[in-house]
């Protein structure tokens, strides 16, 4: 005789409930799940979610024994982790029980620590260079998912440390597997629980997006300096419609007025991400063509020379084609920097750890 999971009302009893996963739980509401326990219970615990995490409830040593045993704490599990760069930087591979990978890579300088989180388990956007476009997308990751990564991070800095390496982070970037904006609401809430739970400063957060030209207009509405980055990788629409098919949708122009209603609206300037690819945007007429955009954004340009991908047949421009593109837009009056290429060793674009996990 099987028991019906069914109460008479239709909810399920909580008795027979799988054990709540914390993470996942809008941090306003973590009082639903300490119903018998009194009011201090729930600062308690949004405080080592938030403010202290640690790697397992156990490490909730103010908390009853048994009510540490009666939650999971993470919505996915570490399934593969690398090291490298004298183990100042570090790559997570997290599998979640329906078989999303969620990759996150956490680099330590003398006084910062950014971590690179993933908001989607794959991408649509199909850019031709980037590993997770190659891959397909799979699903859109929860607000709690997105935290628990920026949570994991802080327990790994203060719990074990990087050598040299502040025990916190000082940056985060959406940078990882995935388009932020096309996963708005989750990501706006994740940015939320960053920003007004954890505490961390939204000066300190940077949103990079493909152009998401609506994504774009409704974060320069919300009430947080997040910072933003456009990755324009072409400075004509023929080029970036090769490299970005989003370009087609939302061809340069659009993107460029979003970039400039957002440094409007936030005063924060944007940055311009440009994968350098070899023979393809590297070439001093696209450099030519970037400067009077940059220039009118008042933006940064971030050069990177693009990690090879196994399925991509573009290959990383070289050292010199790169300081020649640096020059030219310093000589049109372009702020620019020469991204380091971490992990470069470890796969560490986004999505590479997943192709090398086989999926
Ligand atoms: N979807 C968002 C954020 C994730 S991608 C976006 O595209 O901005 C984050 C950054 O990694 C982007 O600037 C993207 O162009 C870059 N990137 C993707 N594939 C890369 C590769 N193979 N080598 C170097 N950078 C890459
Ligand atoms: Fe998606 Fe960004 Fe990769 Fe393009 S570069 S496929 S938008 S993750």
Redesign the pocket.
């Known amino acids: 005789m099987f028991r019906s999971l069914e109460s008479p009302t239709g909810l399920i009893r909580p008795e027979l409930s799988i054990p709540e996963v914390l993470y996942l739980i809008d941090p306003d509401h973590l009082g639903d799940v300490l119903l018998d326990e009194p009011r201090f219970r729930t600062d308690q615990l949004r405080h080592w979610l938030y403010r202290t995490p640690v790697f397992e409830c156990e490490d909730m040593s103010n908390l009853p024994t048994e009510l540490r045993s009666s939650f999971e704490l993470w919505p996915f599990e570490l399934e593969f982790e690398q090291i490298a760069d004298g183990e100042t930087t570090r790559k997570w591979l997290f599998r979640t029980p329906d078989g999303a990978a969620i990759e996150s890579v956490l680099m330590g300088y003398p006084s910062r620590a950014t971590l690179c989180l993933s908001s989607q388990a794959g991408?649509a956007?199909?850019?031709t260079f980037?590993a997770?476009?190659q891959f397909g997308f799979d699903r859109h990751l929860e607000a709690g998912e997105i935290v628990a990564q920026v949570a994991w991070a802080q327990a790994f800095l203060r719990l074990h440390g990087m050598p040299g390496v502040p025990d916190h982070l000082t940056n985060i970037v959406y940078m990882g597997?995935?388009?932020p904006l096309a996963n708005y609401e989750r990501v706006r809430e994740s940015l939320r629980r960053v920003i007004e739970v954890m505490g961390i400063s939204a000066r300190s957060v940077t949103v990079s997006t493909?152009g998401v030209v609506p994504g774009i207009r409704r974060l320069a509405d919300e009430p947080w300096q997040v910072n933003l980055a456009v990755?324009l990788h072409a400075a004509d629409d023929e080029l970036r419609s090769k490299l970005?098919p989003l370009n087609r949708r939302y061809p340069l122009a659009e993107v460029e007025a979003a970039a400039a209603e957002y440094f409007e609206k936030k005063g924060r300037r944007v940055s311009l991400e440009w994968t350098m690819l070899d023979g393809v945007n590297d070439t001093l007429d696209q450099a030519g063509k970037l400067a009077p955009i940059a220039r009118r954004l008042r933006a940064h340009v971030n050069l990177i020379a693009m990690n090879p991908t196994p399925l991509s047949d573009d290959r990383p421009s070289a050292r010199p084609a790169i300081q020649h593109f640096a020059d030219r837009l310093r000589e049109l009056g372009v702020n620019v920097t020469i991204r380091d290429t971490r992990g470069r060793d470890i796969d560490a674009a986004?999505g590479q750890l997943r192709v090398r996990a086989g999926g």
């Open positions: 991408c956007l199909g850019c980037c997770t476009g597997m995935g388009e493909v990755s970005v986004c």
